[in-house]
């Protein structure tokens, strides 16, 4: 989903006490961000680690709950560096807090789960159907279902709008287009999507017809 409004946590109150930060807005909880992420990879650990340490700031600061699910997932399969119990935790963010009442993913969230956004965009339910494809491949029996219902809300509010084989990439609460463009990155998103699903769904014929 996208970022929510950075959450105070431990990296981010230590980077307040080294620039100043009072008060959470734009620039200084970029640069709190920035700092954290740099404290993080300057450690005396070997590369490996500091990466490790590195995803798991980049993660709980920027609160990109659904987009890092799978992205850490990759990471523990390909480098042996299990972060499934962070993964796990911004998946359960996600479903407890950033889903509209009809299972759409809404487009900001206060760090107390306030709405602060109810617009949606295209890539946050791209992103949730890989989330989910990842808790499918540990086990998880509801991650189907979930990832079945994202399809279908990525098909009826994006994609085949507003002409034949097009997508809108950003609609109002009540699904208005708020775009007059297609952007390409939505393209990315949604083959992306259609290539994980196909790997990870592979017995699931309903997910197979609705994703992209």
Request: charged residues 20%; glycine residues 8%; neutral net charge.
């Amino acid at each position: 989903m996208p970022p929510r409004s950075p959450r105070r946590s431990a990296a981010q109150s230590k980077a307040d006490k080294l620039t100043g930060t009072i008060e959470p807005t734009t620039a200084s909880a970029e640069l709190a961000t920035l700092t954290a992420l740099a404290q993080a990879l300057s450690g005396p650990a070997d590369l490996a680690t500091s990466l490790e340490a590195a995803l798991a700031t980049v993660a709980d600061l920027l609160g990109l709950e659904t987009g890092w699910v799978w992205l850490l997932d990759e990471y523990g399969r390909r480098t042996g560096h299990d972060l499934t119990c962070r993964a796990d935790g911004l998946f359960e963010v996600a479903l407890e807090q950033g889903l509209a009442p009809d299972g759409s993913i809404v487009d900001a969230l206060a760090p107390d789960g306030i709405m602060l956004k109810p617009s949606r965009r295209l890539w946050p339910h791209t992103e949730a159907i890989k989330a989910a494809a990842a808790r499918h491949r540990r086990g998880d029996l509801a991650a189907q279902r979930f990832a079945e219902a994202m399809a279908r809300r990525l098909m009826h509010l994006f994609v085949g709008r507003p002409i034949a084989g097009g997508w809108i990439d950003h609609i109002s609460a009540d699904g208005a287009p708020l775009v007059d463009h297609m952007p390409a990155s939505s393209l990315y998103h949604l083959l992306l999507a259609g290539q994980v699903a196909a790997k990870g769904f592979a017995s699931a014929p309903a997910l197979a017809k609705a994703a992209p």
